[in-house]
């Protein structure tokens, strides 16, 4: 026998407080930005860096929504800070990756830890049974945010005639 499907109020009441998180992580990580003095930006790609095995500098820059020369310049910070390198590409010698140095992970994770202090707080409230089924729940919707993301396309160039961008010309 199938569950009772749930109410389209309740759901949606259930979205609106996950979205209502995502967005108050945001506010709560540009707070923690402002007091500390360091750069959002730098912050999220040390995230990204810290949560995967390396990215390229193009895979940086899609995921955070910058140019070419700003991921450019954001890498010359983290490395001068000592918080990540660069390193051959596993299976492209011609590529470089970025990864997160153990300064860099240091670093994030003093950043983060008052921003993750609140979900501690939540998660001592939750028994084991409760544990597991909100970790299974996360876990997928971190993986179908991800495969969401992964598979955005980014925005179509409209045809011209010039043979330069404009931003190359400045």
Known sequence: MSPEPRPQAATQELRELLHRVEVAGQHQRAARARQTGVHQVELAALEHLSLTDGLTPGELGHRLGLTSGGVTALAGRLIDA?????????????????????????HLAEQLAPVLAPADRVLAWLDDGAAELLGRFLDSLAVLKEHAAISTPGPERAPTSEPYSPALLM
């Open 82 to 106: 000592g918080h990540a390198e660069r390193a051959p590409h596993p299976h492209d010698k011609r590529m470089r990756v970025l990864t997160a140095t153990e300064s860099g992970r240091a």
